[in-house]
C-alpha cells in the first residue's frame, strides 16, 4: 500500500506533469482563463487518462509491441469520444468554451506519455493510482491557475463577481502573456515545496 500511495503522491507534486515535466502544457495555457474551463479540461483528462491506463495495464500482455502505440491511440481516442459527446449533451456552453481542446485530447503528451511509460508496463492497481495522482495533479493545477488568472482578468471566480465595483479588471491576465507568467510563479512554488518536502524528509530520516 506504501508503494501505491508513492506512486500516487509523484504525480501530485514530484512528478506533477505540468510543474515538473511541462507536458500538456497547450491546453493548459489556452483554456485557464476561467476555473470553469480549468476545471472541465481535468476531470476530462483524469477520466480519459485512467480508464486508458486501467484498459492498457489489463492488455499489457497481448498488446504486440510492434502496433503498441496504433492500439494506445485507438483507446485514448474511444474514452475522449465519450468524453466529449457527454459533454457537448450535457454541458454544451462548457464543451463550446472549450472548443478544439476535448477532442485534443488523444493526442495530449500526458496520457500517451502515462500509458507508455508506466500503465503497459504495470499491473492494475499501480496503474489506477498513477493515473489518478497524474490527473489530480493536472487538475489542481489548471483550478489553481484559472482561479489566478479570471480573478486578476475579470474580478470574478466561475463567474461570480468577487471583486469590488471600484475594481478594475487586469486585461493582461487573460491573454496568453498573463497565462505564461502564472504558470511561471507556479512553477516556482513548485520548485520551493518540493525543496521544503525533501528537507523535512531527510530531516527525519
Known amino acids: 500500500m506504501k508503494s501505491l500511495w508513492k506512486t500516487f503522491k509523484q504525480g501530485i507534486i514530484y512528478e506533477n506533469p505540468l510543474l515538473m515535466l511541462m507536458i500538456g502544457l497547450c491546453s ?6 476561467n476555473v470553469a474551463n480549468g476545471l472541465g479540461m481535468g476531470l476530462a483528462m483524469t477520466f480519459v ?5 486501467i484498459v492498457i495495464s489489463l492488455f499489457r500482455k497481448v498488446i504486440p509491441n510492434s502496433v503498441r502505440i496504433p492500439i494506445f491511440i485507438i483507446i485514448i481516442a474511444a474514452f475522449t469520444t465519450m468524453v466529449d459527446l457527454v459533454m457537448k449533451a450535457y454541458f454544451p456552453d462548457l464543451s463550446k468554451s472549450m472548443g478544439v481542446f476535448i477532442p485534443l485530447i ?3 503528451c500526458i496520457i500517451m506519455g502515462r500509458v507508455e511509460a508506466f500503465a503497459s508496463k504495470q499491473k ?8 489518478l495522482g497524474m490527473g489530480l495533479g493536472y487538475t489542481w493545477v489548471m483550478i489553481a491557475i484559472s482561479a489566478v488568472r479570471e480573478l486578476l482578468g ?6 461570480i463577481p468577487l471583486m469590488p465595483a471600484s475594481y478594475k479588471p487586469i486585461l493582461f491576465f487573460i491573454l496568453p502573456p498573463g497565462g505564461f507568467l502564472v504558470f511561471g510563479l507556479f512553477i516556482s512554488f513548485n520548485i520551493w515545496l518540493k525543496g521544503k518536502m525533501d528537507k523535512t524528509a531527510k530531516e527525519r530520516a
Request: aromatic content about 8%; glycine content about 8%.
Open 28 to 33: 493548459a495555457l489556452a483554456v485557464t482563463s
Open 154 to 159: 475579470n474580478g470574478s471566480l466561475a463567474g
Open 49 to 53: 487518462l485512467l480508464f486508458s491506463e
Open 124 to 131: 492494475v492497481m499501480p496503474a489506477i493510482f498513477d493515473s
Open 106 to 108: 488523444v493526442v495530449n
